[in-house]
Nanobody, 121 residues
Framework: DVQLQASGGGLVQAGGSLRLSCGII????????IGWFRQAPGKEREWVSC????????YYRDSVKGRFTISSDNAKNTVYLQMNSVKPEDTAVYSC??????????????WGKGTLVTVSS
């Protein structure tokens, strides 16, 4: 079985930076997609960023392009989300998720518990 553990959330001022981590526990194949999702209070969950292990492709929703960066450290089985120039609208619970069924983050198989990011204005 695969378990995901997200961490790194907290309170940050607008314009600041934060790095989220997603630890992957358990066996994973070489071909998977892992992504970050977020859910703001009163809103539906939305996809933020995705990384494809097959070729290292990365994808971002438009609102975070140029500010967020997804990366992986295979030796540590950890995926990161570097959040720069954060805005109050980035406030949400951030979760990481993984799928073996596709190289893109559409239907995810495994979810980790979220970590809260609060951006103060």
């Amino acid at each position: 079985d695969v378990q995901l553990q997200a961490s790194g959330g907290g309170l940050v001022q607008a314009g600041g930076s934060l790095r989220l981590s997603c630890g992957i526990i358990g066996f994973i194949s070489d071909d998977y997609a892992i992504g970050w999702f977020r859910q703001a209070p009163g809103k539906e969950r939305e996809w933020v960023s995705c990384l494809s292990s097959s070729d290292g492709s990365t994808y971002y929703r438009d609102s975070v392009k140029g500010r967020f960066t997804i990366s992986s450290d295979n030796a540590k089985n950890t995926v990161y989300l570097q959040m720069n120039s954060v805005k109050p609208e980035d406030t949400a619970v951030y979760s990481c998720a993984l799928t073996f069924r596709s190289s893109v983050c559409v239907v995810m198989d495994y979810w980790g518990k979220g970590t809260l990011v609060t951006v103060s204005s």
